[in-house]
T-cell receptor, first 112, second 112 residues
Framework: GQQVMQIPQYQHVQEGEDFTTYCNSSTTLSNIQWYKQRPGGHPVFLIQLVKSGEVKKQKRLTFQFGEAKKNSSLHITATQTTDVGTYFCAGHGGTSYGKLTFGQGTILTVHP | DAGVIQSPRHEVTEMGQEVTLRCKPISGHNSLFWYRQTMMRGLELLIYFNNNVPIDDSGMPEDRFSAKMPNASFSTLKIQPSEPRDSAVYFC??????????FGPGTRLTVL
């Protein structure tokens, strides 16, 4: 079945440093979504990427979808303590409409 | 909009007891998902519905788990009998087909 791998598992940064998490799928995706989960909270939808090579920005967050639609990345510029949490990518395989396969997530810690 | 509503928020029960988790999706969303999250296994999709019809229940661990969606505004996940290894946070999420998923606050289940 479809697998989505995410690295790194953990990332510790100093406030102001940049952060990137990477997501790789074993199969071509119809689209990819990114979620953020604060400690003790629930996953919150951030964005969906659909097109090959697509790049989207949300303030300090930049999301990319690979040309082959099998990988994606999330980059945060100048992290803040409010960025703390787990970032998940989730892929739609296309054949199972609506079903997402989540990566394991990257736990981000930001030291002030 | 109230968002996805789940009840109860916390449930502590003894092994062998029946547990029923409830979910009210966002009005207008036609897809509903049940997930389980643990430290060891991460976020797992248990089952999802489209237009109240179960589409994929391949993630349901075993026959002790069952889920229903009698109408567009209500779904239940039942565990009978419960076991300690069922202890986890159970999330319900809803979406419009193919779009981002909105998660409820989750039910933290502890089976003693």
């Amino acid at each position: 079945g479809q697998q989505v791998m995410q690295i790194p598992q953990y990332q510790h940064v100093q406030e102001g440093e940049d952060f990137t998490t990477y997501c790789n799928s074993s199969t071509t995706l119809s689209n990819i979504q990114w979620y953020k989960q604060r400690p003790g909270g629930h996953p919150v939808f951030l964005i969906q990427l659909v097109k090959s090579g697509e790049v989207k920005k949300q303030k300090r967050l930049t999301f990319q979808f690979g040309e082959a639609k099998k990988n994606s990345s999330l980059h945060i510029t100048a992290t803040q303590t409010t960025d703390v949490g787990t970032y998940f990518c989730a892929g739609h395989g296309g054949t199972s409409y609506g079903k997402l396969t989540f990566g394991q997530g990257t736990i981000l810690t930001v030291h002030p | 909009d109230a968002g996805v509503i789940q009840s109860p928020r916390h449930e502590v029960t003894e092994m062998g007891q029946e547990v029923t988790l409830r979910c009210k999706p966002i009005s207008g969303h036609n897809s509903l998902f049940w997930y389980r999250q643990t430290m060891m296994r991460g976020l797992e999709l248990l089952i999802y519905f489209n237009n109240n019809v179960p589409i994929d229940d391949s993630g349901m661990p075993e026959d002790r788990f069952s889920a229903k969606m009698p109408n567009a505004s209500f779904s239940t996940l039942k565990i009978q009998p419960s076991e300690p290894r069922d202890s986890a946070v159970y999330f319900c999420a809803s979406s419009r087909s193919g779009q981002g998923q909105f998660f409820g606050p989750g039910t933290r289940l502890t089976v003693l």
